[in-house]
């Protein structure tokens, strides 16, 4: 049974930093594709960052670039998204997902999470 949980989120002001883990139990990270996906209020779900864990490539949101960084810790079957310089269109309630098709399929973060699944709960960010 894949279960991905995250935690992390938070109240911040606009400018400070939060960093967002994934933590996976009964699914090996160590040769996946992993992502973090957002959703605010009246909002469609949007990519935020992907990181495919065999080879440490990286996908982002334009929006994000340069501020968001995800990683990967192996020996923790887990995930991070490093949020730095976060703004007020940053909140949002926070996803992680792992790829549905394995490690070789051509995800993309623009997609929306369309091709992800064994969703976590979620975790609530938000920027004053």
């Known amino acids: 049974h894949v279960q991905l949980v995250e935690s992390g989120g938070g109240l911040v002001q606009a400018g400070g930093s939060l960093r967002l883990s994934c933590a996976a139990s009964?699914?090996?990270?160590?040769?996946?594709?992993m992502g973090w996906f957002r959703q605010a209020p009246g909002k469609r779900r949007e990519g935020v960052a992907i990181?495919?864990?065999?080879?440490?490539?990286?996908d982002y949101a334009e929006s994000v670039k340069g501020r968001f960084t995800i990683s990967q810790e192996n020996a923790k079957n887990t995930v991070h998204l490093q949020m730095n310089s976060l703004e007020p269109e940053d909140t949002a309630m926070y996803y992680c997902?792992?790829?549905?098709?394995?490690?070789?399929?051509?995800?993309?973060?623009?997609?929306?999470?369309?091709?992800?699944?064994?969703w976590g709960q979620g975790t609530q960010v938000t920027v004053s």
């Open positions: 997902a792992a790829g549905l098709y394995g490690s070789n399929w051509h995800y993309d973060v623009k997609k929306g999470g369309t091709d992800f699944g064994n």
């Open positions: 009964g699914y090996s990270l160590s040769s996946a594709c």
């Open positions: 990181i495919w864990t065999d080879r440490g490539f990286t």
